[in-house]
């Protein structure tokens, strides 16, 4: 998909970098009571185990790490909105590194701390202007830290279905900032404005070609809860689950976006 052209949504630099933090430190505190049966277990991201899974989710934070021992871009050359459609070109990479990763550090918490800190020192040395050569393209590392959002919100839902009984915990603002970054992801893949999805409380955006929308109800409207907006956009879920069991509500002849889903694998 080439670039994004529609407008960027702006981001609380303050906030994300606190929402980072918020939500990796929920998934340390869910690692520390998985048993090492439960390690074990599969997950829906194909062959991997939770263990796997959570060194992944600390490889998310520690791209940033990778990011900035990189020479520094002249220029920026994508935002956010960029990275949703160029995820999967480094997805075979990717799960080899995390194998990898999981396999070097068979202790889990410990791993996550060190992560944890080092992340910490290094948002503590760098502004958030620094610009970092990501897959998306050049972006500032204040930019860059929003897909992180995106990253660990998505992989603990996917620890949390693998391990049901988990106390998992989601940071608010960072499940704010990644449900309106897939949100704007979707009207960058169906630009129009006859269709309004709506996110509650956070994300109402215009999608799909056709008559525009000016005033009063919308013709075409759909609606459902950040969680199940995050699975039907990452591939999670599939649409014509969500709508036979009542988890989106779909009305008017443009409200099925079900052909424009996953965003992002």
Not at 24 to 52: C, F, I, M
Not at 85 to 97: G, L, P, Q, V
Not at 193 to 212: D, L
Request: charged share 25%; net charge negative.
């Amino acid at each position: 998909m080439p670039p994004a052209k529609k407008r960027a949504r702006t981001y609380d630099p303050a906030k994300t970098r606190t929402a980072v933090l918020a939500q990796l430190s929920n998934v340390r505190d869910a690692v520390r009571a998985l048993t090492p049966e439960q390690l074990a277990r599969p997950t829906r991201l194909g062959e991997w185990t939770v263990r796997e899974l959570v060194a992944h989710l600390g490889m998310a934070v520690t791209a940033v790490h990778r990011a900035l021992a990189e020479p520094e871009p002249s220029r920026a050359d994508a935002t956010p909105l960029d990275w949703p459609f160029r995820t999967a070109a480094n997805s075979a990479a990717i799960a080899d590194f995390t194998r990898r990763l999981a396999a070097d550090h068979p202790d889990l918490d410990a791993y996550l701390a060190d992560v944890d800190a080092s992340f910490r020192a290094l948002l503590a040395e760098h502004p958030g202007t620094r610009l970092l050569a990501t897959s998306a393209g050049a972006m500032s590392l204040d930019d860059y830290l929003v897909t992180r959002t995106v990253e660990l919100v998505v992989h603990t839902d996917d620890l949390h279905a693998a391990v049901p009984a988990l106390d998992v915990r989601y940071d608010r603002q960072a499940l704010a900032a990644c449900t309106r970054l897939l949100a704007d992801a979707l009207a960058v893949k169906a630009p129009g404005g006859s269709t309004e999805v709506r996110v509650p409380p956070y994300a109402v955006v215009q999608c799909v070609e056709g008559p525009r929308h000016t005033r009063g109800t919308p013709p075409n409207v759909v609606e459902t809860d950040p969680l199940t907006w995050i699975r039907l956009a990452t591939g999670r879920l599939e649409w014509a689950e969500a709508v036979a069991e009542a988890k989106v509500s779909a009305s008017g002849e443009r409200a099925d976006i079900g052909p424009y889903l996953p965003l992002m694998g």
